[in-house]
């Protein structure tokens, strides 16, 4: 884990638009959010190279919500050949050290409080918890054709759309125009960038880079909504397993997806799957994701 860079040197790695964009958010007086003490501790542990899980385990264990989470969410499906899981110890075996601390840095976010409407921000975490879960699934049951693991998909699942809590302090409007109190409703990115001239996949990377997450993941959740401005970029299967996840989420909410009929047809080759596999891929990682919420 690399050292925090400052909000000059993310903004520096966005093009001029963006840029612009991130600085009519931050000249609102909005704060990027500052990581927990436990992630900076763990950082200078992993920095020196400690082969003892020990004192990482102990770090863990002073946030008890924390730890509890990180329970929670090694129970997912994807870690089934690891479980029951007893200890953090154990976790940081079986899993490894650098795939429990992106665990631990997607679960940290929510203890940030971005987001003065308590309800609202309710809503925004359970869709990123569901997204990441399915992200995490997608990832185990496509990793020999995308070689990305479930850890980092649950990162990028859990971090897509983090800017929102920020938009939403930004501007006082926000919730209202784009009807966030309605059940089932969710953001729309081409309905921000008309009305506030930014969107959250903007946003969400400069969190992401402030929190010192993978390029790739930054760029995935920077492109999330444009997968082709990529290329043959690395975070490419990465945005393709958040939208089949995004896409998922709405199969599962029985609500509508927009985004999912542009997306589909750079997604399903990326993924490797066909438009006739589709159907029984979905019906596998859904079951495996009820099997999981139902525990």
């Known amino acids: ?3 925090q860079p400052t909000i000059r040197e993310i903004s520096a790695g966005l093009g001029e638009q963006d840029a612009a964009r991130v600085k009519r958010v931050l000249d609102g007086g909005i704060r990027i959010p500052a990581q927990p003490r436990v992630l900076n ?13 020990r004192p990482l385990a102990r770090t863990i264990n002073q946030d008890p919500g924390l730890t509890a989470m990180l329970f929670k969410v090694v129970g997912n499906a994807a870690y089934r050949k690891h479980q ?10 079986a899993v490894g050290v ?11 976010l929510r203890n940030v409080g971005m987001a003065s409407d308590k309800r609202v921000y309710e809503a925004f975490w359970a869709r990123s918890q569901a997204v990441g879960e399915l992200a995490m699934l997608i990832a185990d049951e496509r990793v020999a054709v995308c070689n990305l693991f479930p850890d980092q998909a649950y990162l ?21 125009e784009l009807r966030l109190g309605t059940p089932g409703h969710w953001t729309n990115w081409q309905e921000e960038d008309r009305k ?13 880079r402030h929190w010192c997450l993978p390029d790739f993941i930054c760029n995935a959740i920077r492109y999330q909504h444009s997968m082709l401005e990529l ?3 690395e975070a490419r299967s990465m945005v393709a397993i958040l939208q089949l996840a995004i896409e998922l989420h709405a199969r599962d909410q029985r ?8 997306a589909k047809p750079q997604v399903l080759p990326e993924l490797g799957l066909s438009e006739d596999a589709l159907p029984e891929f979905v019906d596998v990682v859904l079951e495996r994701y009820g099997a999981t919420a139902a525990v």
């Not at 029951?84 to 075996?93: A, G, K, R, Y």
């Not at 809590?165 to 006082?172: A, I, T």
């Not at 506030?196 to 992401?208: C, E, K, P, R, S």
């Not at 509508?256 to 009929?261: A, G, I, R, T």
């Open 1 to 3: 884990m690399s050292k």
């Open 98 to 108: 650098e795939q429990t601390c992106n665990l631990i840095q997607a679960i940290a």
């Open 84 to 93: 029951p899981f007893d200890s953090v110890e154990q976790i940081l075996h």
């Open 156 to 176: 990028a699942g859990i971090f897509h759309a983090c800017g929102v809590p920020l938009l939403l302090q930004r501007f006082p409007s926000y919730c209202r």
């Open 196 to 208: 506030f001239n930014t969107d959250h996949a903007v946003v969400g990377y400069l969190i992401a």
């Open 41 to 53: 501790e763990l950082r200078k542990l992993i920095a020196r190279q400690e082969l003892d899980v």
């Open 255 to 262: 609500v509508p997806n927009s985004d999912w009929d542009l």
């Open 231 to 233: 290329g043959d970029h």
